[in-house]
């Protein structure tokens, strides 16, 4: 045993192509960049080649979870998911993160990292148990949907082994796949399931006996109850209202009550419904039901904002969203930026390619209507075959200025275009337009600086909170001054935080108890780090990834203010209101600044690299002539 507590110190190394694993060491690493997401950027870093595309080989699928994983730390459940993305356009390095249970088995199998490279020459799945690891053949589950596989290895191995695993439509690579556990959890951006299927890896098996190693047990649990007063009973109800994201339905009739979707979530934010039937297939249906998911009912009043798409009610909603779960597609891109982009070109005649007319008419109102449209996607049947490229891919091959800039003139509070895609190959999201349009300026101007650098929509983990000082200051003079830019900074630290310790996305930060994560870092590791220690880490983990960025794609601040650009010339949803480029620009220098980066060129400058010790990062960018 080592004398790590929250960390395994082990990394499992598997290469699909040659049936090999080997168990590296992690205890440098885990130390530096703590887990999850940060730990991804470092092996990113050194695993992924620059030319290697997502579904070449080389392409690493990096599963990862922190210190805190699998311990009582509250909402510390999750695994973040990381390598060359598909859905992100073009394809770069992403991540993306699941709740769900996975991720504390993987820790009490020992291992706080998998790395999986290669593509196996025929089906398989990966069963690991402990220190035996296997790549088994997965001919018979090749096929099967996201719960089917999950039950038919559950009877092979057990109820209690934890699955990630995809569906058909990552068997057929397309960029909007997901890898899914349990019933709602997913990694749904960045095409991480297609990813997968690219590597004819349907699955990943774990079942641990070990156990995590807490430094200060009694302290964990005394900042568990500090932070969130004792879970909180959830009786069952049904009938009623039933309101999800400022919609609602009447008279759902259906057992329901709030359960957690993670390990060690105190929360229970989300709804589990039972017994509810199927419209256009016999049976029943019981799940989870959160986030985007319940926009399959209908698109009515979207944050309040009056834009009516489509209702099908609760029922027809419901199975839809099982479909693209079993199925294995994305969610959000379905309902934040597919669907809503087909019914308003529907309705302005611009979907005039024949391929569209396998799901034709565009009727979200009807149950079948949805089958159709996932299965064409899954299968790649017809325009499904465009559609499983994303809408961005889709919109750029069948023409921008047709399929994209086209007004929508139906019912809306403030024209828009019939696209939702905001940046980087996904919709948009809490930036003042599209859906979650809520965020009225000068806010959304934070989230313009957070779209700036990421890689996906980055509104995941990175909700912009802070204080309401902060935030008075940052309203009297939004372009200008520094205040702006510094929460920006602090919600991407902390980001980088909460996903490498892992904490909930949601939950965390808190900025009236900004020290929490310290906390409960030190109680589980016994390593006494401060905040502003803590913060540095996030800090390096930000900048590790964007040396990766501007090492492998040459990312710069050129490139990535004119990607966010078009977005936010749009007027916003609540007043009209558009970006000022020109002061915009402005504050993005003040970011730059700020983090450390060079004005001209958004590369990190080498004192910044050698302050974060990344000293060997800077050598090697300024190797490739890439250091400003």
Known sequence: MNNLYGWTGRILNMDLSTGTSEVLDSTNLVQRFIGGKGLNHRLAWEHIPAQAGPFDPENCLLISVGPLTGTPAPTSGRTEVGGIAAQTYPPMYAHSGVGGWFGAELKYAGYDSLIITGRAAAPVYVWIRDDKVEIRDAADLWGLGTFDAQQRLKEIHGNDARILAIGPAGENRSRIAIMLTDTENAAGQGGYGGVAGSKNLKAICVKGTGKVRVAHPEELLRIRRDLAPDPKKSPEERGGKWIYDKESVDNVPYPRNRTSCTHACDRACWFEFRGVPRRTRPGLHAGRWGCIGPYTIGWQHPMGYDWPLWFQGFE?????????????LNEWELLAGM??????????GVLTDKRFDVIKPITPNKPEWWVTLIKAITYRQGIGDLLAEGVSRAIAELGPEQYGETIYQGERKRPTRI????AWGYAGHWSGRGIHAVREFPHWLLEALVWMTATRDPLDD???VARDEWMEEFNKNPYEGTKGAEIAIWNENRSELKSSLTLCDWSFPIPTKSDAESRLFSAVTGMELDEKGLDMIGERNKNMQRALLVRNYGRDRAGE????MPWFKRPDATRGIVIDEEKFNGLVDTYYTLRGWDTKTGRPTRATLERLELGDVAAALEAEEKLP
């Open 419 to 422: 696209s939702l895609q905001e």
């Open 561 to 564: 203010v004119a990607e966010i």
């Open 462 to 464: 990175t909700h912009i």
């Open 339 to 348: 669907v809503p982009w087909l019914v308003m070109g529907d309705h302005e």
């Open 316 to 328: 027809g909603g419901f199975e839809a969203t099982e479909l693209m779960n079993q199925y294995g």
